[in-house]
């Protein structure tokens, strides 16, 4: 983990990271600069790390976690809930001092990862955990492979069968039964790879991956074991005390809004503290940018539905951040106003057109830029020197 230390902080907040990749020098700790690379071949971009300075900025004291699996080749889980949501908690247990605030913040992996909240009753009752902000969440895998289209949904459902693979023996025996030749190759690749470089080693669609050319969601719908482990790793069963906001773009082109909309849904079925909240991205297909016109520049840029609403919201979440930590601030409020999903748009609804690569890196500097990323491409450094120390911990 990467430990940003301040003093007279209000409380810690845990940063869950987005997908990284499954190689060790994907790992935030690892990162030295916002763009990292072990070799000049392999890239790592440390998305959260204008947001962990922003938070810094507004008083906090902030842990960011690596995951499982650091150091050790191969062990890295991706979209396991209770390997992510164990991380997300022993980071708070390492850092939080007695009886301090506790926030846990993630979008995208980081969103999934963060509802680690769900687990703290059992898991850490003794954490006094105030708030979890849960974005774009990859809450139910088999349900974000059904829902996905297109090839960017490749390098995640890459990641996520290395890592189920490497957790458990019935899904890999089950899943390699089906990989042809290049499949078994790009898996292994990507066992060692960083998101930005997933890109290149898996550029087509799972299907063509594997021997009856079908993709990940039907091979799980045909096999028990596939579709067991997936839905092992479903969020959203038990219920939650701490309050929580769940947020997600209806035109979210990578992790589809209907599942993670459902999440929302289920915590309010379990009577668990949530509010939800829809974020339509102007330019997008359902917010074009000129009423009753087609002006939807953003849906023609690969990625953007899924990194665009952290830019609108990252400051809107520090702010509930606040009321959580302020022992003045009126008590939460419950919103479960949700859409019903046939009103949500999927990934299925848009037309990429130009290089995934480019338009996935479009996506990651928007969102830095939004929050920050001037500064850091000038070297600036910390914020605040004079409050902030920062550790990286093994």
Request: with cysteine; hydrophobic share 40%; aromatic share 8%.
């Amino acid at each position: 983990a990467t430990l940003y230390d301040r003093d007279n902080a209000k409380g810690l907040v845990v940063i869950a990271p987005g997908t990284r990749g499954m190689a060790d020098h994907c790992a935030p700790s690892k990162n030295t600069s916002l763009i990292s690379s072990d070799s000049g071949t392999s890239f790592s971009v440390d998305y959260e790390r204008p947001m962990a300075h922003m938070l810094l900025d507004a008083g906090y004291r902030v842990i960011v976690t690596d995951y499982v699996g650091l150091g050790t080749p191969g062990t890295h889980t991706y979209l396991n809930r209770v390997d992510q949501g164990h991380a997300v908690i022993d980071a708070a247990r390492y850092a939080a001092h007695d009886g301090e605030k506790i926030a846990f913040w993630g979008y995208s992996q980081g969103g999934g990862a963060s509802a680690a909240a769900e687990l703290v009753a059992d898991y850490a009752p003794e954490l006094n955990v105030v708030a979890a902000f849960v974005g774009a969440p990859p809450a139910d895998p088999l349900a974000v492979l059904e829902q996905s289209r297109g090839t960017l949904i490749t390098p995640v459902a890459g990641f996520a069968a290395v890592s189920y693979s490497s957790t458990y023996p019935d899904f890999r025996e089950a899943l390699y039964a089906e990989l042809n030749a290049e499949g078994v190759r790009t898996l292994d690749a990507l066992s060692k790879a960083c998101i930005l470089d997933a890109v290149r080693i898996a550029p087509k669609e799972f299907k063509a991956y594997t021997k009856r050319s079908v993709n990940l969601a039907e091979l799980a719908h045909d096999n028990p074991v596939l579709r067991a482990r997936l839905d092992q790793n479903k969020l959203g069963r038990v219920p939650t005390k701490v309050p929580t906001l769940v947020l997600t773009n209806p035109d979210d082109d990578m992790v589809p809004a209907p599942q993670a909309v459902q999440l929302a849904r289920d915590y309010c079925t379990l009577r668990s503290p949530v509010e939800y909240r829809s974020v339509a991205i102007p330019g997008t297909r359902s917010t074009p940018l000129d009423s009753g016109s087609s002006t939807t520049p953003f849906a023609n840029f690969a990625g953007a539905g899924h990194a665009l609403p952290i830019v609108l919201e990252t400051a809107h979440v520090i702010t509930r951040l606040d009321e959580r930590f302020d022992p003045h601030a009126p008590a939460f409020t419950p919103n479960c106003n949700i859409p019903d999903n046939t009103s949500i748009n999927t990934a299925s609804n848009y037309q990429y057109t130009g290089p995934v690569a480019d338009a996935i890196l479009f996506g990651i500097f928007a969102v830095l830029s939004a929050v920050g990323l001037g500064t850091w491409l000038v070297g600036s450094g910390l914020p605040n020197p004079a409050l902030v120390r920062a550790h990286q911990i093994r």
